[in-house]
């Protein structure tokens, strides 16, 4: 009896380690897909909606941009920039995204959201901050929702 009850530990332990290794190959892949340099050509927040033509009076298209490799992410806006870590989850529909920023007290904000890539184009809606909970379901900005849409630029 005390061999059935290892051997069906073994498995469990087997199992949720070759699920855990698909999970981690998903995210790698889905982050290889998201790589690249974005301009932000839409952003909603509450009832303010402002288009590509709209966001171009802040600025060049490298005033405005999203870079993203591997899990780092570098928002380039006003001259300033906010770089993040992020995570992704495609197994959930819509897929998943986190956003870890790092504040000056060395705490961490964690922003829960969805994202499409279609087309070269990436949407992302998100809490500005928030619990997993309150993560958004649809890309629908209002509350503490904003959603941005980014076009991928050509490689250079």
């Known amino acids: 009896m005390k061999r059935i009850a290892l051997a069906a530990g073994l498995v469990a332990v087997a199992l949720t380690n070759a699920t855990r290794a698909a999970d981690d190959k998903d995210e790698q892949k889905a982050l290889k897909e998201l790589e690249g340099t974005y301009v932000i050509v839409g952003l909603e927040v ?4 402002l288009a590509e033509d709209d966001l171009k009076k802040f600025g060049k ?24 870590t992020i995570k992704v989850d495609t197994s959930k529909k819509p897929a998943h995204i986190d956003i870890v920023s790092k504040k000056a007290d060395g705490s961490k904000d964690v922003n829960h959201g969805i994202y499409k890539l ?5 949407t992302v809606c998100a809490n500005e901050k ?23 630029q050509p490689a250079k």
């Open 46 to 49: 509450k009832d303010l909606k």
């Open 61 to 84: 298209d490298e005033e405005r941009k999203v870079v993203i490799k591997g899990n780092q992410i570098v928002a380039h806006f006003g001259g300033k920039e906010d770089p993040a």
């Open 118 to 122: 279609e087309g070269g184009v990436l």
């Open 130 to 152: 928030g619990e997993e909970k309150d993560r958004p379901k649809e890309f629908k900005a209002g509350g503490k929702a904003m959603v941005m849409t980014l076009k991928k």
